[in-house]
C-alpha cells in the first residue's frame, strides 16, 4: 500500500468521526499541550538573568496547502516542550469574502485565495510585532466555511511568549515578515500528497463539495504555489521533505531551538528565579509599620481557633489599614485653600495636598482577592474594579483565565490586590497583564496581607518599579504544603469558610 493510500485509509476513519463543526482553523496555542483550552494563557518569568525582557524566538513555517505546516508546528513545539510557546496561523488572516464586491458575479470558488493579496498583511504584521514585544494581542479567527473572520471568537494572547511559531503558505514571501523571523522552514512535500490531503481536510472540515474543489485546486491553488508559494523555499533555512514524517528534521530543529533559547538565557524555573535573587535587596517592598494594633490582628488571624466571624472583621481592619498606608503610594501635589472662618474677617491660608494622578482602579485577583474589594471601596470613593481569575496549570505554571480592565492607560494607576502571596506566580503574572495593558510598572501597587518573603523577594527583583506593600512578611514558605509559615491558615478557606 503506498503513503498516499495509507493516509486516505487513515482520513476515512476520520470522516466518520470529524463533524462541520471542526470547519475552522485551530487556535492558536501557547502552551505544550494544546488539548486545554483557556481565555487566555501566560508567561513564563520573562527576564534573562540581568532582569531584562529576552526576546522570543520566532520561526516561520511555509510550504504548500496541506503540505503539513500545521503538524510539523507542533511537533516542534511538542519537542521543544516549554511552556509559553503561540502558534500563529496565518490562515487567519485572510481578508476574506466581505462584501458582494469582493465575491463579484462570481460563486465563491472563484475567488482567488492563492495570490499574496487576499492576506491582511498589514494586521499580520502588526500581530507579530505586537506578540513580539509581549503585549496584550488580539488575534482574529478566521472561518473557512464562511469565508470571513469571526469576530466573536477572536482570541487574546498575554505577556511575552518564549517562542513564536508562524505557519502559512505565504510565511517566507513578505520581506518584512522575513526580518522578523530568527528561523525559516520550508515544508516540501509531493503536490499529490497535499492534493490528497486537502481534498479530505476540504470536505470533512471545511464544508466544501468535491467538484469546488478540484476546481479551486486546478484554478487558483496549484498556480498560486507554483507562481507565489514554490519559489519562497529559496528564502529558507531548513527544507523537510516529506513533512512530519522527517523527524530526523524536525529533532535537529528542536534541538537548534532549544541552543537558541538557552543563549538567550530564557528562564521559566522558579528556582531559577529565587536563586538569582537571594543577594537582591527589594527596596520597593514595604511593610506596615508594627504598632499594637496590627501586631494584635496579626495575632487573632494567626490563631487557627479565632471564629469566621473574627476572622472576617479582623481581616478586613487589616485590609482597611493596608490600603490606607498604600494610599500614601500615590502622587500628591501642594495645593493651597482659602479658608473664610464664619467670625473673622481674616481669610487664612492653608497648605495642602491633593492626588494628583490620572484615575485609579482596583483589580482583584481571584478566588481571594475578591475579598479585598469591599475594603478598598471604603477607603477610595467610587473606585472602579476590576479582576483577573489566575490559576496554575499542570506544570505549576500561572495560567490566565478571565480578564476584567475597568480602565488602562499609561497615566492611570491601579492597586493591585491579593490577600495572601507565596510563591508571587500568580501577582507577577498579574503585574504582566497590567503591563500588557499599558499600565506603566511605576504606577502599580500591589497590596496584600500576608506575603512569604521569597514571593515578595521575587516580585521585587522582577519588577522593581512596583510599589508591593504587605501588612505581614513570613520568613518560610513551605514549597510542599503550599503554605506560608507561620501564616495564616488557608486564607480562603477561612474567610469563605469553606
Ligand atoms: N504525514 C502525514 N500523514 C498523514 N496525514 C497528514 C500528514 N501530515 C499532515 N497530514 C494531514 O493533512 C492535513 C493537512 O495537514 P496540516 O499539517 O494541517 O497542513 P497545512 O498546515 O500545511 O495545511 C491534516 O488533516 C493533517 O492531519
Ligand atoms: N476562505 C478561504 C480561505 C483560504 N482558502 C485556502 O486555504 C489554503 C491555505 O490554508 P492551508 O491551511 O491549507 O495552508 C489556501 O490554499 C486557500 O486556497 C480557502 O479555501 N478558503
Known amino acids: 500500500m503506498s503513503r498516499l493510500q495509507a493516509e486516505l485509509m487513515m482520513k476515512t476513519n476520520i470522516v466518520r468521526r470529524k463533524s462541520l463543526a471542526q470547519n475552522s482553523i485551530p487556535p492558536i496555542i501557547s502552551s505544550t499541550t494544546e488539548r486545554k483550552e483557556l481565555y487566555t494563557k501566560g508567561k513564563p518569568l520573562w527576564f534573562n538573568i540581568d532582569g531584562e525582557a529576552s526576546d522570543c524566538y520566532v520561526i516561520g513555517v511555509a510550504g504548500g496547502s496541506a503540505s503539513g505546516k500545521t503538524s510539523v508546528s507542533r511537533q516542534i513545539i511538542e519537542g521543544i516542550n516549554i511552556p509559553y510557546v503561540v502558534l500563529l496561523s496565518m490562515d487567519n488572516f485572510f481578508k476574506g469574502v466581505v462584501t458582494e464586491e469582493d465575491k463579484g458575479d462570481a460563486a465563491i470558488g472563484d475567488y482567488n485565495f492563492d495570490c499574496p493579496d487576499a492576506i491582511d498583511w498589514e494586521l499580520f504584521l502588526e500581530t507579530i510585532n505586537r506578540l513580539k514585544q509581549g503585549k496584550a494581542t488580539k488575534v482574529p479567527h ?10 466573536s471568537k477572536c482570541e487574546t494572547v498575554y505577556g511575552l511568549a518564549s517562542v513564536v511559531l508562524i505557519d502559512g503558505i505565504f510565511t517566507l514571501h513578505n520581506t518584512e515578515v522575513l526580518q522578523l523571523l530568527d528561523m525559516k522552514v520550508f515544508v516540501n512535500t509531493d503536490s499529490d500528497v497535499r492534493l490528497a490531503r486537502r481534498l479530505m481536510r476540504d470536505l470533512t ?5 468535491l ?3 478540484l476546481h479551486q485546486y486546478d484554478k487558483f491553488v496549484k498556480p498560486g504555489y507554483d ?10 533555512d531548513v527544507v523537510i521533505p516529506r513533512g512530519r514524517e522527517n523527524k530526523v528534521a524536525i529533532n535537529l530543529i528542536i534541538q537548534h531551538i532549544k541552543r537558541q533559547l538557552e543563549a538567550r538565557h530564557i528562564k521559566t524555573s522558579y528556582d531559577e528565579l529565587i536563586s538569582m535573587t537571594s543577594a537582591h535587596k527589594p527596596s520597593n517592598l514595604f511593610v506596615l509599620p508594627e504598632n499594637n494594633q496590627i501586631k494584635a490582628i496579626q495575632t487573632l488571624l494567626r490563631n487557627l481557633e479565632t471564629t469566621r466571624d473574627d476572622f472576617i472583621f479582623y481581616a478586613e481592619r487589616l485590609m482597611r489599614l493596608s490600603f490606607e498606608y498604600a494610599l500614601n503610594f500615590l502622587p500628591h501635589r501642594e495645593v493651597e485653600i482659602t479658608l473664610e472662618p464664619r467670625d473673622s474677617q481674616d481669610k487664612i491660608q492653608y497648605h495642602g ?10 483589580i482583584s485577583i481571584l478566588r481571594a482577592g475578591e475579598t479585598m474589594e469591599k475594603a478598598l471601596m471604603k477607603v477610595t470613593k467610587d473606585i472602579r474594579i476590576g479582576k483577573l481569575l489566575i490559576q496554575n496549570d499542570e506544570f505549576g505554571s500561572p495560567c490566565l483565565h478571565y480578564c476584567r480592565i475597568p480602565q488602562s492607560s499609561r497615566k492611570n494607576f491601579v492597586i493591585l490586590m491579593d490577600p495572601t502571596i507565596s510563591t508571587g506566580h500568580a501577582a507577577m503574572m498579574a503585574i ?13 501597587i500591589l497590596v496584600s496581607l500576608l506575603m512569604a518573603n521569597c514571593g515578595a523577594q521575587a516580585i521585587s527583583y522582577a519588577f522593581p518599579k512596583v510599589s508591593i506593600i504587605t501588612a505581614t512578611l ?7 504544603s503550599g503554605r506560608i509559615i507561620p501564616g495564616f491558615g488557608n486564607f480562603g478557606d477561612r474567610y469563605f469558610g469553606t
Open 142 to 151: 478566521y472561518s473557512f466555511v464562511e469565508h470571513r473572520r469571526i469576530e
Open 211 to 213: 467538484p469546488d474543489v
Open 205 to 209: 472540515e471545511r464544508g466544501r463539495q
Open 474 to 480: 513570613d520568613p518560610e514558605y513551605d514549597a510542599e
Open 432 to 444: 504582566r497583564v497590567l503591563l500588557d495593558h499599558d499600565f506603566q510598572e511605576e504606577n502599580i
Open 227 to 236: 507562481k507565489y508559494i514554490g519559489p519562497t523555499i529559496l528564502n529558507a
Open 353 to 362: 495636598k491633593r492626588f494628583s494622578g490620572q484615575g485609579l482602579c482596583g
